[in-house]
């Protein structure tokens, strides 16, 4: 991805909200089909996708873990020989780093990666740039303060990597085990991006971010629940926490939460992680759009 190719998703994506508000959708998809692979829990990401190719006209067909024959033992690739043989876009959520990769390798429509276990999350990176361009009205000169499981959380990871783009600063938010993995932070430092990390999330910090970026203690990728346990509930953010930041800060999160954001902050206006995640539907029509020639 180049910065061009943010703008590019973020101007689509306008003019999708724009769509979707005035007609609710449109066409250009006809009889075309998407499979949606999620092999995966997921809600907003599957649900997301599906409804944002129903909306330019075209049918989803959805694999899941439970029902699928993965079950039976398929390999990966087999499954998505399978499925690109009745549908045009591929959209690939999986519990291992780099799958999406290695189906790339075996598939030649459009794939799209919705999650690949603690790797990345380019689809949710780009919503994420999309509402922090709504909130704030631009992208440079802002502090983005990241929260949570830093190291397992892999929208962070996608995230980062797009605001390096930026003119920004990057807050590290989390326990020492669960920081940032080394790979990103040598990337961003390689792009001369500023940044601090931190185990507390402390009045100094809140007081110069522009986004706080919540994140979800990833259950999921711990070893033991003993392990995930040690860290479930270290950051809480309340309305209290939010009322210490500007006025004009933004708290995001990927979503779902299980804890992290209390529900008295869902009112104020910081709170952006539902308008977030009604962006997903945007961006993934805008994706979708990109990916297959349908964007003009
Ligand atoms: C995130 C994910 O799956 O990585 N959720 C999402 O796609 N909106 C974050 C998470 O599960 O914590």
Do not use: W
């Not at 979707?20 to 959708?25: C, D, E, F, L, P």
């Not at 790339?104 to 740039?129: C, F, R, T, W």
């Not at 991006?193 to 971010?209: N, P, R, V």
């Amino acid at each position: 991805f180049t910065k061009q190719n943010v703008e590019e998703v973020l101007a689509v994506a306008s003019r999708m909200k724009e769509l979707v508000a005035k007609r609710g959708g449109c066409d250009v998809l006809n009889h075309r089909i998407m499979a949606n692979v999620f092999l995966e829990p997921s809600t907003r990401t599957a649900s997301s996708f599906n409804a944002a190719f129903c909306r330019l006209g075209g049918k989803v067909i959805t694999i899941q873990e439970g029902t699928s024959s993965t079950k039976k033992g398929e390999t990966l690739q087999d499954t998505m020989r399978c499925v690109e043989c009745y549908s045009d876009v591929l959209v690939l959520r999986h519990p291992e780093t780099g799958a999406a990769k290695l189906a790339a390798k075996y598939v030649k429509k459009p794939l799209i990666n919705a999650g690949d276990g603690a790797g990345e999350h380019p689809s949710q990176a780009l919503l994420d740039m999309f509402t922090i361009f709504n909130e704030l009205g631009h992208l440079d000169d802002i502090v983005v303060t990241m929260v949570g499981d830093l190291k397992y959380g892999r929208t962070v990871h996608s995230l980062a990597h797009l605001l390096s783009f930026y003119n920004v600063r990057l807050n590290y938010v989390a326990p020492a085990s669960l920081q940032m993995p080394e790979s990103v932070v040598q990337d961003m430092e390689s792009r001369g991006i500023k940044q601090h990390k931190s185990e507390q999330l402390t009045d100094a910090i809140l007081a110069e971010t522009d986004v706080l970026y919540v994140t979800r203690i990833q259950q999921e990728r711990f070893a033991s629940q003993e392990e995930y346990l040690k860290y479930k509930g270290v950051y809480v953010i309340d309305k209290a926490t939010v009322m210490k930041g500007k006025e004009s800060m933004r708290v995001m999160h990927p979503l779902p939460r299980v804890g992290e954001i209390m529900e008295d902050v869902d009112e104020l206006p910081q709170a952006a992680f539902f308008r977030e995640m009604e962006n997903g539907m945007y961006t993934r029509m805008a994706i979708i759009a990109l990916v297959t020639g349908t964007a003009n």
